[in-house]
């Protein structure tokens, strides 16, 4: 029950503080490209959709399957390149490069 309380806070502050939902996305991103867990991605991006309102609003806004997207969440599927930027954009975010710092690579 406690993380359900924290996971409604934290939907909250998304849908109300783009800055804070713009922080918490790159640093899903960044964690992402650290340990490539596809599943902690899905469920940060699961929860700015549901910011902005209902997964199959947004499915319908993203032109996504419904179904797709519930299979990312439940760790059913892994969104390709594709999907993962439709997601972002029609988030009302976008993807740009950085340059890396440290040049081993990580796969």
Known sequence: MKNQKFDDYIISRLSSDKEFATEYLNSALEEY???LDSDALALSIK?????????IDFSKLANINREHLYR????KAVPN???LFK???????KLEAKPVLNTKKYC
Request: glycine share 8%; no cysteine.
């Open 33 to 35: 490209s650290k340990d």
């Open 47 to 55: 929860k700015l959709i549901k910011a902005q309102g209902s997964v």
């Open 72 to 75: 990312i969440f439940n760790s």
């Open 81 to 83: 390149l594709n999907t």
């Open 87 to 93: 997601i972002i954009i029609n988030l009302g975010f």
